[in-house]
């Protein structure tokens, strides 16, 4: 398994931008499907993003596709999610998640083995 560690979180007016980074342990990183997840209070962990393990194909929940994006950066371990145009529904934590699964888009919390421990996003109206 992988260990991650989420930054980048905090307070930011509706329209604004924020952009979380995930830091991972370990030499195989390389080898794993990253994503973002996400979730709310009350309300279920949901799929955010996906990156596969080389950084050419990205896949985006339907609620954010045109607003954030995913990357990531094997030489140093990390990936990101750029969030930009932040609607108040957008107030979350967020985690980063590690996964063997070869899919992209519309993944399960069950595709991963490895979880950070969040970060929060809230966005102000």
């Known amino acids: 398994q992988v260990q991650l560690v989420e930054s980048g979180g905090g307070l930011v007016q509706a329209g604004g931008s924020l952009r979380l980074s995930c830091a991972a342990s370990?030499?195989?990183?390389?080898?794993?499907?990253m994503a973002w997840f996400r979730q709310a209070p009350g309300k279920e962990r949901e799929w955010v993003a996906t990156v596969n393990w080389s950084g050419l194909s990205t896949y985006y929940a339907d609620s954010v596709k045109g607003r954030f994006s995913i990357s990531r950066d094997n030489g140093k371990n990390t990936v990101s999610l750029q969030m930009n145009s932040l609607k108040p529904e957008d107030t979350a934590v967020y985690y980063c998640a590690a996964g063997r699964t070869p899919y992209g888009g519309n993944l399960q919390q069950t595709d991963f083995g490895s979880w950070g421990q969040g970060t929060q996003v809230t966005v102000l109206s």
């Open positions: 370990g030499r195989t990183f390389s080898t794993y499907t």
